[in-house]
Nanobody, 126 residues
Framework: QVQLVESGGGSVQPGGSLRVSCVAR????????MAWFRQAPGKEREGVAV????????SYADSVRGRFTISRDRAKNAVYLQMNTLEPEDSAMYYC????????????????????WGQGTQVTVS
């Protein structure tokens, strides 16, 4: 059973930076996507950034492209999201998700396609 554990959230002023981390424990699917999602109160969960853990390909939602960077450390089974130039609209609970099958550009930021989830870490920009 895969367990995902997020950390690193917090409060920051607009224009500031934060890095959130996700460590995968237990069996992991080598090469499958890992992604960051976020959910603000009253809104649906949305995909923010994805990384294909095998080859390192990344993709971002339009709202964060150029400000956020997703990366991985395969030796640590960890994925990171560096968030720069944060805006109040970025405030949300951030979740790490791991897929258990192949993805493509049409599915890799769709939360319904992900199997494993962490408990989330809160990011507040104000």
């Amino acid at each position: 059973q895969v367990q995902l554990v997020e950390s690193g959230g917090g409060s920051v002023q607009p224009g500031g930076s934060l890095r959130v981390s996700c460590v995968a424990r237990g069996y992991t699917w080598s090469g499958w996507c890992m992604a960051w999602f976020r959910q603000a109160p009253g809104k649906e969960r949305e995909g923010v950034a994805v990384i294909y853990t095998g080859g390192g390909r990344t993709s971002y939602a339009d709202s964060v492209r150029g400000r956020f960077t997703i990366s991985r450390d395969r030796a640590k089974n960890a994925v990171y999201l560096q968030m720069n130039t944060l805006e109040p609209e970025d405030s949300a609970m951030y979740y790490c998700g791991q897929a258990s099958r192949g993805m493509d550009a049409n599915t890799h930021l769709d939360p319904n396609q992900y199997t494993y989830w962490g408990q989330g870490t809160q990011v507040t920009v104000s």
